[in-house]
């Protein structure tokens, strides 16, 4: 998944921002307000629900007559909330937690919404491998998913493990054989979303193993691990017995038969069934996210309706009906010949999405609170691309299919130059199905709230929507909001000004530049290169110009890089496998025993960070949790916790006396405030060397 994001001229309007932000805070001249920060959001004294489901209301760009409010927060001991549901009956809801990709750290946990803060989640059950899938079956009972397995069991009772009865124990979870007898340590999609139909067979997503199947272009046979009765890339089927239930199984049953009911999926994590399916003609849709392709706008995501027995294309095509290159031979002769093109096989997209945005659920609207979504779908788009990070609502005909129109459709971007673009393909611009956001630009805007990831969605009996967002691990209930929508938040990324002085900085520092070229070398050519748009690289660029290719873009990417700061930012994290998120590039775990000096390479990583800005590294003073920093005219910009570092440009700064200069924190740390080139001051009594 790509981080890339884009940036208007003249967009960054930080004095506006807090003027905004100010205002959708509820903040009034004279007034006495102090936003409280949970999970990145800021909060103010605005509510959205009324009685007991009257949350603290977010800042999220919504479409009028509609409101977002905080339910549960990290402050609750949210660590990576991926999936809910609500039990029948009841005002309680099941949530799915992963913990991260720590593999056992899942837990799913009761959520009971009209407790007091800090009171309304508890453990059901823990040590569980990837759960993801909630879903209430036809016979009213709660089933999940793990990498490997489909349970159901009753969270209600005293003891809920107790009650726990597996019905799917064998599925290709994350330690896989492919039919060559390779062996995959961390399958790159384990997780196992699922559904019922109404006569309770039972559809699940089996994942390919890897982005795109290739190993040495130009691939000469099919992709194996996609063929055959077991099939990855696919959705299998289940069926029950007489009685539509599946049994429990004992310790020595065989798991129940499947059948590859649709192949050539690269990862179906949304799957929604119209309320009459299997009827003849009713809809039944996936959502693709699609391989990872180099150009930030290609390959489209896609809305599929899946039919028994056909093929969708992973990985031999891609968009509506584009050849992967790789795969040319393969489609020039034998059952795939022209698969793309003429072959009854294949079935294209019904309508393509915003690429790169990730759909990770989809559902569709049934309820009173919102009579004018009533049987829309709603798709949410989980990717923190400038396309991501929202939530579509489609127009869907009577079988519960969205309708594509004519070209051009356009879809919006989040904070790009260009803010809408047509959906296209490498033969122009396609037809597609309009939408619109019920969520829309989710991006982050330092001192209001930071970018949103949603994962799982449900409709309440009330009719509320309620979603999970991992990234900043909420729980969030929509509501009925009254009066038109608040304006939209500004944009707030680095912009391509800072950039450029960063690479600057690097090109000017004999050292950082082979750190640099070290870097892209041993690390980014090695093992991303396929992933995250080839981090800049093009075929014809001399030495120093892909060095400064893979600087700017990794300057780009939300939160990678905190110049001076390498314990802050993503690129740490995710090549260490810090904390939740996943470990990058995948396999990396292995890489410092398999890989003689991969571990100097992630040293080299931390210390081009740290040095990146000319300057003297200097630590926080400890002493009270937070120390406040300044812009140069007093306005406070925000707080650092003790013991971190800051790069200082001038110890004793000549505009602002027994103060220092020093360069942009990371963001987490800024209020929203100040401008980069008004500055940040700290008083010089709270700063001491690095030891």
């Known amino acids: 998944?790509?981080?890339?994001?884009?940036?208007?001229?003249?967009?960054?309007?930080?004095?506006?921002?807090?003027?905004?932000?100010?205002?959708?805070?509820?903040?009034v001249p004279g007034a006495s307000f102090e936003a409280v920060k949970k999970s990145g959001y800021a909060i103010g004294t605005d509510t959205c629900g009324s009685g007991d489901l009257a949350f603290p209301r977010l800042q999220i760009d919504m479409k009028a007559g509609f409101c977002a409010g905080l339910v549960a927060s990290e402050e609750d001991r949210l660590r990576f909330p991926r999936a809910i549901v609500q039990l029948p009956g009841r005002d309680l809801f099941v949530v799915a937690d992963m913990g991260g990709w720590s593999r056992t750290d899942?837990?799913?946990?009761?959520?009971?919404?009209?407790?007091?803060?800090?009171?309304?989640?508890?453990?059901?059950?823990?040590?569980?491998?990837?759960?993801?899938?909630?879903?209430?079956?036809?016979?009213?009972?709660?089933?999940?998913?793990?990498?490997?397995?489909?349970?159901?069991?009753?969270?209600?009772?005293?003891?809920?493990?107790?009650?726990?009865?597996t019905i799917i124990r064998h599925m290709p979870g994350r330690r896989i054989a492919l039919p060559d007898g390779t062996g995959i340590d961390e399958s790159a999609h384990p997780l196992k979303p699922f559904a019922f139909d109404r006569n309770g067979r039972l559809f699940v997503n089996i994942g390919s193993h890897d982005d795109d199947c290739v190993r040495a272009a130009p691939m000469t046979k099919p992709c194996a691990a996609a063929e055959g009765a077991s099939a990855m890339a696919s959705i299998w089927l289940y069926t029950p017995p007489?009685?539509?239930?599946?049994?429990?199984?004992?310790?020595?049953?065989?798991?129940?038969?499947?059948?590859?009911?649709?192949?050539?999926?690269?990862?179906?994590?949304?799957?929604?069934?119209?309320?009459?399916?299997?009827?003849?003609?009713?809809?039944?849709?996936?959502?693709?996210?699609?391989?990872?392709?180099?150009?930030?706008?290609?390959?489209?995501?896609?809305?599929?309706?899946?039919?028994?027995?056909?093929?969708?294309?992973?990985?031999?095509?891609?968009?509506?009906?584009?050849?992967?290159?790789?795969?040319?031979?393969?489609?020039?002769?034998?059952?795939?010949?022209?698969?793309?093109?003429?072959?009854?096989l294949y079935k294209p997209p019904l309508s393509l999405m915003p690429p790169h945005g990730a759909p990770l659920a989809m559902l569709y609207y049934h309820g009173t609170k919102f009579p004018e979504l009533d049987g829309k779908l709603l798709v949410g788009l989980h990717g923190y691309r400038p396309t991501g990070s929202r939530v579509l609502i489609y127009d869907v005909d009577e079988r519960g299919f969205p309708k594509p129109v004519r070209a051009p459709v356009h879809y919006h971007v989040s904070c790009a130059a260009d803010p809408t673009r047509s959906f296209q393909t490498d033969a122009g611009e396609v037809a597609a199905a309009p939408f619109e956001e019920l969520i829309s630009g989710w991006h982050r805007v330092n001192g209001a709230r930071p970018q949103g990831a949603p994962v799982g969605m449900t409709v309440a009996e009330d009719g509320a929507i309620w979603l999970v967002e991992d990234k900043n691990k909420t729980v969030i209930r929509i509501d009925r909001a009254a009066g038109d929508a608040p304006a939209q938040l500004p944009c707030d990324t680095r912009s391509p000004a800072m950039i450029e002085q960063l690479a600057a900085f690097v090109a000017r520092d004999s050292q950082n530049s082979a750190r640099l070229a070290t870097l892209r070398k041993g690390l980014v050519e090695k093992h991303c290169v396929g992933c995250h748009s080839d981090f800049g690289l093009k075929p014809g660029q001399s030495e120093a110009e892909k060095d400064g290719a893979v600087l700017r873009f990794m300057l780009s990417q939300d939160s990678w890089i905190y110049p001076g700061d390498p314990d802050a930012g993503k690129l740490r994290t995710r090549l260490r496998g810090l904390g939740a998120e996943k470990l990058m590039p995948p396999g990396g775990e292995n890489l410092?025993?398999?890989?003689?000096?991969?571990?100097?390479?992630?040293d080299t990583a931390d210390l081009l960070v740290a040095k990146m800005v000319p300057g003297t590294r200097m630590r926080i003073k400890p002493g009270p949790p937070q120390r406040k920093f300044f812009g140069r005219t007093s306005r406070e910009c925000g707080e650092i916790p003790a013991a971190k570092v800051v790069v200082v440009t001038q110890r004793s700064a000549v505009d602002k006396p027994g103060f220092s200069r020093f360069f942009r924190p990371a963001d987490p740390y800024l209020n929203g405030e100040c401008t980069d080139d008004d500055g940040y001051y700290i008083r010089q009594e709270f700063l001491v060397p690095v030891q």
């Open 106 to 165: 899942g837990r799913l946990l009761l959520l009971d919404p009209h407790a007091p803060q800090g009171q309304r989640l508890k453990e059901l059950l823990t040590g569980i491998e990837y759960p993801f899938g909630l879903v209430i079956a036809p016979d009213r009972k709660l089933y999940a998913s793990t990498a490997e397995t489909i349970f159901r069991f009753d969270p209600l009772a005293d003891n809920p493990r107790g009650t726990v009865e």
């Open 592 to 602: 410092p025993k398999t890989e003689p000096g991969y571990t100097r390479l992630l």
């Open 242 to 344: 007489a009685g539509g239930v599946f049994p429990a199984l004992r310790s020595n049953d065989p798991d129940p038969p499947h059948t590859v009911y649709a192949r050539g999926l690269r990862n179906s994590m949304a799957l929604v069934l119209h309320p009459n399916f299997p009827d003849a003609g009713y809809a039944f849709l996936q959502a693709e996210n699609s391989r990872d392709l180099p150009d930030i706008f290609k390959p489209n995501e896609e809305i599929n309706a899946i039919e028994q027995g056909r093929h969708y294309g992973w990985p031999y095509c891609y968009d509506v009906s584009t050849p992967s290159p790789e795969f040319r031979s393969v489609l020039q002769s034998g059952p795939y010949k022209s698969l793309c093109t003429a072959n009854a």
């Open 1 to 27: 998944m790509n981080y890339l994001t884009f940036r208007r001229e003249g967009r960054r309007l930080c004095l506006l921002a807090a003027v905004v932000a100010g205002a959708l805070l509820g903040v």
